[in-house]
């Protein structure tokens, strides 16, 4: 059992770090060009799938981490 958890721990880590790794970050070149980067914009499509993805990835994560904690206290 605790092999599946270890690996299911690794699978978890491995997506959360593609995932985070896939999102954009702020405005890009824009503010080279001039153009303000403190323009509020938002989340939409493939985007914002892949924002919701990453939250379910870290509370996945976070609840593996845990039930290897308590298993391994036990």
Partial sequence: MRTFFIIAQMILS???TAALLL???GGGLGGIL?????VYRTRR???KTLFQITIV??????????????VAVD
């Fill in 14 to 16: 491995v997506a959360l």
């Fill in 23 to 25: 999102q954009v970050k």
């Fill in 34 to 38: 001039g153009q303000s980067d403190t």
């Fill in 45 to 47: 499509g493939v985007e």
């Fill in 57 to 70: 990835l870290i509370v996945l994560f976070l609840v593996i981490s845990l039930v290897m904690l308590k």
